[in-house]
């Protein structure tokens, strides 16, 4: 397929910025082997990305931009349905009760019970990303400083909290691993944990919490937690990796329930103890009280 040919197509029907997004995605799909004018070879490339653990809501972005491929080669009445994306996913934060939950669900006296208490503490107190937390090695933690490898292989350090310290020194006293194998978090084969797999583990521990979760909502827990105890935005901006504050801020947004539910907590009442109440009888003013002039 000509991609000259098929950006002229689109310049008379889309936005810019959705030609340079399609263009970009298209460019993406050809560089991972997918024989554009093939359908079946574009459905079975997302099957097996499917397979691999990718976001229903990420594969919905091929499926978008190759739909209109298809429309370019005449297919319009082919187009590829996109997959269901449960909308609650969006920003939804974790909360310190989802925390004390999910940690509840990993007591019981197993290896992986360990495994899985550590990761959970991690992702909450550290704001590691989930592919960042499967693929860590044992050189990653220095004392209580935890090197991170993040997107486009950016280098950040992030402070370990004493609790998580000692839950993931626990794991590791009984961490079994194959030969030469390095990474902190394994299967029960001792083997690193794939992406699909390390996703279901997080999603049976919901599970059995009985609350919904996904990592990037712990992540957002920690960022928003840093913030309400004192920590600026820049700092913020480092622990997570951000390249762009307005990432950070945006990781930020405090709802007005939030707003609501703090100052609940802080039980906030105005004027408490500093204005004396005004006695009323029968409905009228008390006898002496004289009101104040309105000149």
Not at 58 to 70: M, P, Q, W
Not at 190 to 198: C, M, Q, S
Request: proline content about 3%; some cysteine; glycine content about 6%.
């Amino acid at each position: 397929m000509d991609l000259k040919e098929f950006e002229d197509w689109m310049y008379e029907r889309y936005a810019q910025k959705t030609i340079e997004d399609t263009i970009r995605t298209i460019k993406r799909l050809m560089k991972y082997n997918v024989n554009i004018e093939n359908k079946q070879s574009f459905i079975e490339w997302i099957r097996n990305e499917r397979r691999k653990g990718r976001l229903d809501r990420t594969l919905n972005s091929y499926i978008k931009a190759y739909n209109r491929v298809l429309e370019f080669l005449g297919l319009e009445n082919e187009k590829i349905k996109r997959f269901k994306v449960k909308e609650s996913y969006k920003t939804v934060k974790a909360t310190e009760d989802d925390f004390k939950k999910l940690i509840e669900a990993c007591k019981f006296d197993s290896y992986t019970a360990l495994r899985n208490e550590a990761m959970i503490r991690l992702i909450f107190t550290t704001g590691i990303r989930y592919k960042e937390l499967i693929t860590l090695r044992l050189s990653n933690l220095n004392g209580d400083i935890l090197t991170i490898i993040g997107k486009g292989q950016k280098v950040r350090q992030v402070y370990v909290p004493p609790s998580t310290l000692k839950a993931l020194h626990k794991y590791l006293q009984f961490r079994v691993a194959t030969p030469g194998n390095d990474y902190i978090f394994l299967n029960r084969y001792g083997e690193p944990l794939t992406y699909a797999g390390g996703r279901q583990i997080l999603y049976e521990i919901a599970k059995k919490a009985g609350v919904h979760f996904s990592a990037h909502m712990g992540r957002r827990f920690y960022a928003t937690y840093l913030y309400r105890n004192g920590v600026g935005i820049e700092e913020i901006r480092q622990l997570l990796g951000h390249s762009k504050i307005s990432t950070t801020q945006e990781y930020l947004k405090i709802t007005q329930d939030d707003v609501i539910n703090d100052l609940r907590s802080r039980k906030i009442d105005f004027f408490r103890g500093t204005l004396p109440a005004l006695p009323v009888c029968n409905g009228m003013l008390p006898a002496g009280f004289e009101p104040a002039s309105r000149d």
